[in-house]
Every structure is written in structure tokens, then in C-alpha cells.
């Protein structure tokens, strides 16, 4: 005698299911945002640390010359401060998720403002290709950050020692509709028999979180698919074992782009 769930036992399950994926993206949001504030902690410690050092050296040494140096190094620091809080304060009011036309390129610009100095930190190179006719993309600009940051700090944590990132916008060759966007690095690639688990949640190739306190969750990258899958595009990877890794991520071009093209 075979025992089929009655219509009570399918809606608990249904529930759970729900309340499981909710779960989920509670997590993946709040791994998202331990490594966003991460990032933005250790960058203000590293201008909160010029400042202090060029104000102790300007007042050692009371000759003009170096108090002009001592000046100009706490402008130039004082500069990135207000770069990196308009940012973080920009993402911070902008909290709505709705989809409207969004300018790829400007999420760029944002994330290496806050990952610059960890770039350099780390002995990475970022080298971008933007092609200037890139149509506005239907999406949440938020959403994208994210996706983009994680893509970028794993790429970062693929390469110990050093190496270069690329990243790639432009119109698909072969679908007018549609924006690439490419993350590369050089790093140490991901075995084949890995690449098919990549995108599973609490899946990951790292063994936890590296110094910095960022990634091995197996949360970032199930939530960019996520994100990705929610903006009815496309993310894919690409990697040689030895010589580096590619997430390749395709949008659609938002109706106001398409109308004007």
C-alpha cells in the first residue's frame, strides 16, 4: 500500500521550502554585507593611518617643505575618505531593489574605490576594457553591486601571490539585447570537477575565510547566481587550472536603452 501526501502534508512542505529559501537569502545578505563592511573598515584604517602619520611628521618637522608635504599627503587622504563614504552612503540610501536602467560602468568605478587600496594591498592589478557604447542594463544597482564586489574579491583571494584582474563591459557580439560583463583573473583556476557545484550554496574550493575575513562561506557566489537568475540573465564560468578564472555575467538592456537604440 503506497502512501501519497495528502494536500496538508504538500503545504507544510511548501512552507518549509519557502521559509528554507528565505533562510538562505538572509544569509547570503548578511555575508554580503559582513564583507562589504569588512572592505570598508580596513580602507578607512588605511587613511586614517596616512592622516596620522603625515600629522605626526608635520608637526616633528616645523620647516616648510615638509609641512607642505605633510599637507598635501592629509588632503589627498581626506579626498579618498569622501570618495569611499559617498559610495558606502550612496548604496546605503539607495536601499529600493526595484529594476530601472542602470549604468554598469558606474558600479565598476564604485567597487575599485572601495577595494583599490586592497588591490594594491594583495599586489593586484585591475585593468579594465568598457566600451563606451554600452546601453543601460534592466536592473537594481545594488543587487549588481553586490554580485560584482564578490566576484572581484574572489578573484583576488585566487591569487596569492599577485596578478592582474580584467574586467570587461560591452554589448553582446551576438544578441543586441544584451550587456557582458566579464570578471577575469590570472590566478590558480578551479579544477573541472568542481566547476559543475560552483554556484551550489554552502559550497566552496577555500578552506574559510582568509585573513582579510572575507569569503569561504559557500554563500557569495550561490547568491550571485541568485541575483543573476532574479534579473533573467545569465552567469557562467570559465576557468584553467594554472591560468585563472572568467565569470561571465549577460543582462538585458533596459526597455529606455533598446527604444533610443
Sequence with gaps: MSSQPNAADTTELIAQNQYLKGELRRLQSMAALGEL??????????????????????????????????????????????KITNTILAQAKNRSESFEPTDLSEL??????????EMQRYRVS??????????????????????????LINARQAMDGGGTILIKLGPSRDDSGIVE???RDSGSGIEQSALPRIFDAYYSTKDGPDES???????GLAACKEIIDAHQGRIRVESTVGRGTAFIIRLPVSADAQAAA
Design 37 to 82: 563592511t569588512s572592505t570598508a573598515t580596513h580602507e578607512f584604517n588605511n587613511v586614517l593611518m596616512t592622516v596620522i602619520n603625515y600629522a605626526k611628521l608635520g608637526i616633528r618637522n616645523r620647516d616648510d617643505a615638509s609641512r607642505d608635504k605633510a599637507l598635501s599627503k592629509i588632503l589627498a587622504a581626506s579626498e579618498r575618505a569622501a
Design 108 to 117: 565598476i568605478s564604485s567597487s575599485m574605490v572601495l577595494l583599490e587600496r
Design 126 to 151: 585591475v585593468e579594465t576594457q568598457i566600451d563606451p557604447a554600452t546601453p543601460r542594463v534592466h536592473a537594481s544597482g545594488n543587487q549588481v553591486s553586490r554580485v560584482l564586489l564578490n566576484l
Design 181 to 183: 560583463l566579464m570578471v
Design 213 to 219: 575575513g572575507k569569503g569561504g562561506t559557500g554563500l
